[in-house]
């Protein structure tokens, strides 16, 4: 399977702007599919996004819709997460996470079977 690291989290000020990054290793991406997690204290882990590494092609959840792109960069094996406009309940624990392409939603925690640590988002009003 396709193991994953996240970094780039930290502090932001409401209204500013952060990226994360993934790194996947392992065996081929070519067939893999990577999503973007978050999960506040006390709240359900939700679906920010996902990626199909071989087209590109993305989904991206409610939560944070038209504030958030994910992209890839073949070259290094790294998805990015830029988030614009925070605002202070997108604080949470943001997780990257891999898995095989399949019918199953880049939206539904069953897409994947490999989790990253987690870095830490906090936005600040």
């Known amino acids: 399977q396709v193991q994953v690291v996240e970094s780039g989290g930290g502090l932001v000020q409401v209204g500013g702007s952060l990226r994360l990054s993934c790194v996947a290793s392992g065996r081929t991406l070519r067939f893999a599919v990577l999503g973007w997690f978050r999960q506040a204290p006390g709240k359900e882990r939700e679906a920010v996004g996902g990626?199909?590494?071989?087209?590109?092609?993305?989904v991206y959840g409610d939560s944070m819709k038209g504030r958030v792109t994910i992209s890839r960069d073949g070259a290094k094996n790294t998805v990015y997460l830029q988030m614009n406009n925070l605002k202070p309940e997108d604080t949470a624990v943001y997780y990257c996470?891999?898995?095989?392409?399949?019918?199953?939603?880049?939206?539904?925690?069953?897409?994947?079977?490999?989790w990253g640590q987690g870095t830490q988002v906090t936005v600040s009003s």
């Open positions: 996470a891999s898995g095989l392409k399949s019918t199953i939603s880049l939206l539904s925690r069953r897409a994947y079977s490999a």
């Open positions: 990626i199909m590494w071989d087209t590109g092609a993305t």
